[in-house]
């Protein structure tokens, strides 16, 4: 789930109060505070240039996802974010899950026989990513390298997932939240589920995908959900349900059950101890 700008995110902090369905772009709610994020934070994946930094700044984006980890003290790309006001969400917590994931895709959990091909990754991309001890290494640097850099302000530890390994990151992610708990105590986890958006009164869901969320593992539930179309064809986005009013009910439904608990008053704003958000987003 990469690219500029592929989906604009709004931040809802627990503690919001109700709203009206979006209609296009989803409005930001919330109060109550949380250490690191700001209460409202519109977020733009992968502002990874300096160029990128001040286009970003000019469309109101006041945070960014980034894969490739967060810039080192003093370059360019650090300055210039810092020159926009714009924070840092640390996604490589992410590749490192996707490496191991990727490897035990061609190991231990290949996709059935049904399958045409190994569509999450073709090859087995970082083999040296092998088991949990390694995955828990890696984070471990990372935590320590970004101790200090005050810009980062959250960790996007989770992104796509194959459909055919459900839940195989659950216990992992919660090992994940406690080092950042001890290593950078008050940034947020987020755990990002991807769904479609589609025609009105289809759900483009697969309730498997939330297998892997635990009160234990997720701070923050990324909710990134995609046109089918993309940019070739933008007049066929006319048709889709940007509402989302029957999607994110039954997105919410599925992480309800593996116990996240719906605020009142608000249909998808998820809240599992002491703070919750839901990012909401639509393709640009």
């Known amino acids: 789930m990469r690219g500029y700008l592929a989906l604009v995110a709004i931040l809802a902090v627990a503690g919001c109060t109700a709203a009206q369905p979006p209609a296009v772009r989803p409005e930001s709610v919330g109060s109550a505070q949380m250490p690191g994020l700001q209460n409202h934070s519109t977020i733009g ?101 970004d101790a200090d850099r005050k810009y980062v302000v959250a960790y996007w530890v989770l992104d796509d997932w194959p459909g055919w390994d459900p839940g195989s990151a659950r216990e992992l992610l919660a090992k994940i939240h406690a080092l950042i708990v001890a290593k950078t105590p008050g940034r947020p986890a987020i755990c990002g589920f991807g769904a479609g958006v589609a025609k009105p009164g289809k759900v483009n869901w697969d309730p498997g995908t939330a297998a892997n969320y635990s009160n234990g593992g997720c701070d923050i539930v990324g909710w990134y959900n995609y046109s089918p179309f993309g940019r070739r064809h933008p007049s066929l986005g006319k048709k889709l349900d940007w509402t989302m009013k029957d999607l994110l009910p039954a997105m919410a439904g599925s992480l309800e059950n593996l116990g996240g608990h719906l605020k009142t008053g608000h249909p998808w704003a998820l809240q599992n101890r002491p703070r919750a958000t839901v990012v909401l987003g639509r393709s640009v």
């Open 45 to 145: 994946f992968s502002v990874d240039t300096p160029k990128r930094a001040g286009k970003a700044a000019g469309e109101g984006i006041s945070t960014t996802i980034l894969y490739d980890g967060s810039p080192a003290p003093k370059s360019a790309l650090e300055a210039a974010l810092r020159a926009h006001s714009i924070d840092v969400v640390d996604a490589g917590i992410s590749g490192i899950l996707f490496y191991w994931e990727c490897h035990r895709t061609h190991t231990v959990k290949p996709p059935p026989s049904s399958y045409s091909q190994n569509y999450y990754c073709r090859t087995d991309e970082d083999p040296h990513v092998k088991n949990e001890a390694v995955v828990l290494r890696d984070v471990t640097t990372l935590l320590e390298r």
